[in-house]
């Protein structure tokens, strides 16, 4: 079956790192443009990042523009995301999309806190 299932998520200090990973089965992500979007209690959903199946990052949310980078490997069939310098704000549910014409995908997410 299709999944996209992420972790990396936990607990970090302000001006931490945490690194999520998203690992794609039942399908290859080569031919797919992968997102990582956010989600924060009482907050709508924000689109982080892309990247396109040809490495293209696009759609780079501007409060986290030389914070995050999204990044694919495409031989391991997982997207990443590189998070630096966390900021109480980033606290959020953050959860991998897969797309391809009609097809889209979506994993269930991993919890980043954000706290002292």
């Known amino acids: 079956q299709v999944q996209l299932v992420e972790s990396g998520g936990g607990l970090v200090q302000p001006g931490g790192s945490l690194r999520l990973s998203c690992a794609a089965s039942?399908?290859?992500?080569?031919?797919?443009?992968m997102k990582w979007y956010r989600q924060a209690p009482g907050k709508e959903r924000d689109l982080v990042a892309g990247?396109?199946?040809?490495?293209?990052?696009?759609n780079v949310q501007d409060s986290v523009k030389g914070r995050f980078t999204i990044s694919r490997d495409n031989a391991k069939n997982t997207v990443y995301l590189q998070m630096d310098s966390l900021k109480p704000e980033d606290t959020a549910v953050y959860s991998c999309?897969?797309?391809?014409?009609?097809?889209?995908?979506w994993g269930q997410g991993t919890q980043v806190t954000v706290s002292s």
């Open positions: 999309h897969a797309q391809r014409f009609s097809s889209a995908y």
């Open positions: 039942g399908f290859t992500i080569s031919g797919y443009t």
């Open positions: 990247i396109t199946s040809a490495g293209t990052i696009t």
